[in-house]
């Protein structure tokens, strides 16, 4: 059945929206000088004398699981260049560099006003049969909001880069004589798959979004729409279907919370950082809010979804039931040929998901003012109240835990992910500030539910808060979880 919320989600899924989750540029050659210590001058392309030279003064590359620095060939096996031995004459790197930054911030469609900062991070040589499986980078830097990855001319067969995001999938193979520069959200799942023969050598940066944003002024045909769903739904009461057990028959609603797309980290969060499609439907939403008489925060939202699911007949490699070699996807392609950096649909997961059958959101922090820092909440939000127009699903999570049959249960898979969101109510909804120890946003709270403090009773102790906010479903009517093990993703330290 098609709800109010599937209306909003198909609306703002029709912004146009530039830009993309990776792209690719080259530059050529002439100002890339490099040498690394204890080798020498890096002549290009890459001999595969000078890529032996260079692992010898290498070592095996670590990766970052948590909070955990670990060394595991079987999830990570390239040879890592330590930063002190690598010096780049930048001032003629420069040359090259900028000017493709910028048009990589126009291809990922970050606002024009700001700029890329690239910060070296690493230099890494992947030989015969290494590789590195499908990971995620962590944001070290608050301005972070992406990786490059510039692959060096040389000689090698295999090793694609192959970056996902939302379902899709985007595959770049490198030119042999030029340099390649691959930019992606720091949110996207990537791996390099392995190198079959030859070497692959790369330098690995960090991206800092710098400078001040220009204002997105999304067209009238886009916010008209959107500015008139709102203000319907704010004045019609929630379908019956959509309501939790035990909520108030036509109570109109009182919030929406639109989930964005992206991932964020806390200190990373801003209205100025909003990743490719997020930026623009932030601006509409925004937009439409004012028109409608709503207010608008930004926020980070923790997502829980547990699904039935079944086990799918595992592979040699990569997932998938039949038999793959490495090199049946990675036979070589000329650079110009549009399959060497297309987009196709990801790869299916290990697990076969059925049905969803419980989830729960909680909002984490949340922006009230322009440029303000994010605040610290813990808001429990009724997921009759949230929309989407990516699901959950088609996102990787951050964490993931599956439990097998276990007789008369098990068979699920819990995922967790992280999203940013926009909270939106409407201005005349002026609320009592809540009892003491909760969060609000000015004297305000039509957001949701505190989470349960230990000792600090329920929500609806003071009979401030609990009026705000509509009973979610009790906890008996949950299905019970039992749960054995846990497969993480590895978040690295760094790209390929």
């Known amino acids: 059945m098609t709800t109010s919320q599937d209306v909003l989600a198909a609306l703002l899924g029709e912004v146009a929206t530039p830009g993309a989750f990776s792209a690719r540029r080259t530059a050529p050659v002439d100002d890339f000088e490099l040498d690394v210590r204890g080798v020498g001058r890096v002549l290009l392309p890459v001999s ?42 930048q001032r003629r790197w420069a040359k090259a560099l900028v000017p493709a930054l910028d048009c990589l911030r126009a ?34 830097a608050d301005a972070m909001v992406g990786s490059l990855v510039v692959t060096l001319p040389s000689s090698f067969k295999g090793g694609a880069l192959v970056v996902r995001h939302a379902g899709m999938s985007a595959t770049y193979r490198s030119p042999k004589k030029s340099l390649s520069l691959v930019a992606f959200y720091a949110d996207c799942r990537h791996e390099v798959r392995p190198v079959t023969s030859g070497y692959r050598v790369t330098l690995t940066y960090n991206l800092l979004l710098q400078g001040h944003a220009a204002t997105v002024d999304p067209p009238p045909a886009q916010v008209d729409p959107v500015a008139a769903w709102l203000l319907g739904h704010f ?25 964005l797309d992206h991932e964020y980290t806390a200190r990373g969060l801003s209205w100025s950082r909003l990743k490719g499609p997020d930026a623009m439907r932030a601006a509409t939403l925004q937009a439409a809010a004012v028109q409608a008489g709503c ?29 793959r070699r490495w090199d049946d996807w990675d036979d070589e392609l000329d650079e110009d040929d549009p399959r060497a950096g297309g987009q196709s649909l990801g790869d299916q997961d290990r697990y076969q998901l059925e049905d969803l059958i419980d989830w729960d959101v909680t909002l984490v922090c949340w922006i009230d003012a322009p440029d303000s820092e994010p605040k610290p909440v813990s808001l429990s939000i009724d997921p009759s109240d949230v929309c989407a127009s990516v699901p959950s699903v088609e996102l990787p999570p951050y964490a993931s835990e599956y439990e097998g049959y276990m007789g008369n ?23 009592r500030r809540p009892r003491r120890g909760f969060p609000a946003v000015g004297a305000r709270h039509p957001l949701g539910a505190p989470r349960h403090r230990r000792g600090g ?5 003071d009979g401030n808060a609990g009026a705000l906010l509509a009973p979610r479903r009790p906890r008996g009517d949950r299905p019970r979880l039992f749960r054995q093990g846990t497969s993480h993703r590895p978040r690295s330290r760094r790209a390929g």
């Not at 990922?108 to 910060?119: I, N, Q, S, V, Y």
């Not at 049969?129 to 990971?135: I, K, L």
């Not at 249960?409 to 609320?431: I, K, S």
């Not at 009773?457 to 102790?461: E, I, L």
């Open 295 to 323: 207010e608008v925060v930004l926020a980070l939202a923790d997502i829980h979804e547990t699904w039935d699911c079944m086990e799918q007949e595992e592979s040699s490699w990569y997932g998938g039931s039949k038999p």
């Open 107 to 140: 291809d990922l469609g970050l606002p024009p006003g700001c700029r890329l900062k690239a910060e070296l991070h690493s230099m890494l040589v992947y030989g015969a049969e290494q590789f590195f499986v499908p990971h995620q980078d962590s944001e070290k």
């Open 235 to 259: 004045e019609t009461a929630a379908a019956p279907a959509r309501r939790t057990a035990g909520a108030a028959a036509h109570e109109p609603a009182r919030r929406l919370v639109y989930l």
């Open 457 to 461: 009773g329920g929500p609806g102790a």
């Open 48 to 89: 595969a004398e000078q890529a032996n030279q260079l692992c010898r003064v290498g070592r095996p590359a670590t990766y970052g699981l948590g909070d955990k620095t670990l060394l595991d060939a079987r999830v990570r096996n390239t040879w890592e260049i330590p930063i002190s031995r690598v010096k780049l004459n």
């Open 409 to 431: 249960y098990g068979n699920t898979m819990d995922r967790w992910y992280h999203r940013a969101a926009l909270v939106v109510w409407p201005q005349h909804q002026a609320f």
